[in-house]
């Protein structure tokens, strides 16, 4: 595969580790694959240059589901024959139960289930009620001290908690989060292009990792998907829901699909570091790892064409709604 066809890198802001552009995400996904079809996206995934897997134990709060998707991972991973330093793991810490069960014992029981020692990065987050930003910052610390992993990045957090994230850190001499991971699509727009969050992103003190950016796939056409799909800041999914027929025809007027619109669309944030998806099929990979060549083609165009798709305009940028 050439240069120009494998997935470019990127920085997760400073002092963040290196990774590819394009992420694949762990909820939902290889628990609903045959085995043998998931050791094969993983290696096909790593042969484009996709090294970044976003790997939970989803097992508290809203994703007390107790999954095994983490634990598939683990075993598809090995078995498509990738050493440890050839795929980056993008970790989760869990604020649901937290500081009752401590980023520790959450990494210790996360690692085992995987089957890895370390992450090279974790995201921590999001939660419904306010919790002590100090002390997250804190204990995160003791945990890249004790080599657990080397950078991290909040999910969702309120912008007032970013700041005093990125405030005390500085203060005390600690490791500051150095990428946001937000809802962003063409219709949820509000946080990653807001205010808030953009005066972190226009001075590099953050990157951003695009996340839900199908909208659990509706904006790619599945409208009423049958998989449990994430959260709905503004209540605005019904309106989504009629937004992939002006997505499939601004896609036909570009020769691509509704899905590598929507993932060029995020890459046009100058922010973006990072677009993480998940995928199911080995067609669903390939057809992501299609925008690639429309974006470098015609990225501001696409962009520009899906603009009047922002559907999230009255919904909080500061990340604060109500559930």
């Known amino acids: 595969m050439s240069d120009t066809q494998r997935v470019p890198v990127r920085r997760l802001g400073p002092g963040g580790t290196t990774t590819s552009?394009?992420?694949?995400?762990?909820?939902?996904?290889?628990?609903?694959?045959?085995?043998?079809?998931a050791v094969a996206l993983i290696r096909a995934a790593l042969d484009a240059g996709v090294t970044l897997f976003?790997?939970?134990?989803?097992n508290m709060g809203p994703h007390a589901e107790q999954a095994?998707?983490?634990?598939?991972?683990?075993?598809?991973?090995?078995?498509a024959g990738a050493d440890r330093d050839d795929w980056q793991l993008c970790g989760k810490l869990w604020l649901w139960e937290y500081p009752r069960t401590g980023f520790r014992e959450q990494l210790e029981v996360s690692f085992e289930r995987v089957g890895v020692e370390r992450a090279e990065t974790v995201v921590v987050g999001?939660?419904?009620?306010?919790?002590?930003?100090?002390?997250?910052?804190?204990?995160?610390?003791?945990?890249?001290?004790?080599?657990?992993?080397?950078?991290?990045?909040?999910?969702?957090?309120?912008?007032?908690?970013v700041d005093l994230a990125l405030r005390f850190a500085a203060e005390e001499g600690l490791t500051p989060p150095s990428f946001a991971q937000l809802k962003y699509s063409i219709a949820r727009r509000s946080m990653a292009e807001g205010g808030f969050y953009g005066k972190h992103f226009a001075s590099g003190a953050l990157s951003l990792q695009a996340s839900d950016i199908f909208e659990g796939g509706i904006l790619a056409g599945r409208k009423f998907p049958e998989r449990k799909?994430?959260?709905?800041?503004?209540?605005?999914?019904?309106?989504?829901?009629?937004?992939p027929d002006a997505v499939a025809r601004v896609a036909a007027d570009f020769g691509a699909t509704p899905g590598q619109v929507a993932i060029v669309f995020c890459l046009e944030h100058p922010a973006v570091a990072n677009v993480l998806f998940g995928v199911s099929r080995?067609?669903?990979?390939e057809d992501n790892l299609g925008a690639l060549r429309l974006w470098r083609e015609r990225g501001p165009q696409v962009h520009a064409a899906l603009a009047d798709l922002w559907l999230d305009r009255e919904v909080s940028a500061d990340g604060v709604w109500t559930p």
């Open 68 to 79: 095994r998707t983490d634990l598939i991972f683990g075993r598809a991973v090995r078995e």
């Open 282 to 285: 080995m067609a669903q990979l």
């Open 126 to 161: 999001d939660y419904m009620e306010r919790p002590d930003i100090r002390r997250i910052v804190t204990d995160v610390a003791e945990q890249i001290a004790a080599g657990r992993f080397a950078s991290w990045g909040v999910n969702n957090w309120i912008a007032e908690d």
């Open 21 to 37: 552009l394009f992420g694949l995400g762990s909820w939902n996904t290889w628990d609903r694959m045959e085995f043998g079809d």
């Open 54 to 58: 976003d790997v939970a134990h989803y």
């Open 229 to 243: 799909i994430g959260a709905d800041p503004g209540g605005i999914r019904d309106a989504i829901r009629e937004a």
